[in-house]
């Protein structure tokens, strides 16, 4: 099973059981689907960080309180901001499928997330090559809703990207996304290559979720 597979059985909340060969065919099939009706884009920009005190954090002339995005960015003198997308036809296709596939609609959402996080994976890579050239290292991607990491500063990062007229990815007045296979994201860029601190499932209390990743390694 490779990574993205992996991630989509994950996120169908499978954890360490077995996955019958239906499911996987689905998944081998949606991923195909939503492959083609994806128009995946992203917008970033560069910030100055500033973190005063303990939890605090300035992202330019943005405040956030958080730990976790706190020790997250230890160390760090700027961050990237960044939001991405599948755009607007793969929430399409799933809602298309829903009508008359549940099952299938339910894989394609699992399928869809792991699909956002290899291109966010992919775009950080080669990334992060480039600042490694110029001296730079990343930190892990640390969304908001991670650990106390509010899900609603998403409002000022769209803002501040100028996401909604670059890439068409705005929010609703209930702090959702859309579309909704979307992302909101900082990546912390230091002078030094630090063992990367916690990030995503690493940072969430929630021990017993059937969704966590295995933890085990950075």
Same mark, same amino acid.
């Given at each position: 099973?490779?990574?993205?597979?992996?991630?989509?059985?994950?996120?169908?909340?499978? %954890?360490?059981?077995? *996955?019958?060969?239906?499911?996987?065919? !689905?998944?081998?099939?949606?991923? #195909?689907?939503?492959?083609? @009706? $994806?128009?995946?884009?992203i917008v970033y920009r560069i910030f100055d960080l500033h973190t005063p005190d303990d939890g605090q954090v300035?992202?330019?002339?943005?405040?956030?309180?958080?730990?976790?995005?706190?020790?997250?960015?230890? %160390?760090?003198?700027? *961050?990237?901001?960044?939001?991405?997308? !599948?755009?607007?036809?793969?929430? #399409?296709?799933?809602?298309? @499928? $829903?009508?008359?596939?549940?099952?299938?609609?339910?894989?394609?959402?699992?399928?869809?997330?792991?699909?956002?996080?290899e291109y966010l994976d992919g775009w950080q890579e080669e990334f992060g090559r480039e600042m490694k050239e110029? %001296?730079?290292?990343?930190?892990?991607?640390?969304?908001?809703?991670?650990?106390?990491?509010?899900? #609603?500063?998403?409002?000022?990062?769209?803002?501040?990207?100028?996401?909604?007229?670059?890439?068409?990815?705005?929010?609703?007045?209930?702090?959702?996304?859309?579309?909704?296979?979307?992302?909101?994201?900082?990546?912390?860029?230091?002078?030094?290559?630090?063992?990367?601190?916690?990030?995503?499932?690493?940072?969430?209390?929630?021990?017993?979720?059937i969704y966590r990743r295995n933890t085990g390694e950075c």
């Amino acid at each position: 099973m490779d990574k993205r597979t992996g991630e989509a059985v994950r996120y169908l909340g499978y %954890g360490n059981h077995a *996955v019958d060969e239906e499911t996987l065919a !689905l998944v081998e099939s949606s991923f #195909l689907e939503l492959s083609e @009706a $994806a128009d995946k884009r992203i917008v970033y920009r560069i910030f100055d960080l500033h973190t005063p005190d303990d939890g605090q954090v300035f992202i330019d002339d943005y405040r956030i309180d958080s730990r976790h995005l706190f020790r997250n960015l230890r %160390g760090c003198e700027k *961050v990237v901001l960044l939001g991405a997308t !599948l755009g607007g036809q793969v929430d #399409l296709q799933i809602r298309r @499928a $829903a009508l008359t596939e549940m099952a299938r609609a339910a894989v394609m959402q699992a399928c869809a997330a792991a699909l956002l996080e290899e291109y966010l994976d992919g775009w950080q890579e080669e990334f992060g090559r480039e600042m490694k050239e110029k %001296g730079w290292y990343l930190r892990p991607r640390f969304s908001p809703g991670y650990g106390d990491f509010s899900v #609603l500063c998403q409002k000022q990062i769209l803002r501040m990207l100028d996401a909604p007229r670059k890439i068409g990815l705005t929010m609703t007045d209930g702090y959702m996304l859309t579309p909704s296979k979307s992302v909101t994201a900082v990546i912390g860029i230091g002078g030094t290559d630090l063992a990367c601190p916690g990030s995503g499932c690493e940072e969430c209390e929630k021990k017993d979720c059937i969704y966590r990743r295995n933890t085990g390694e950075c």
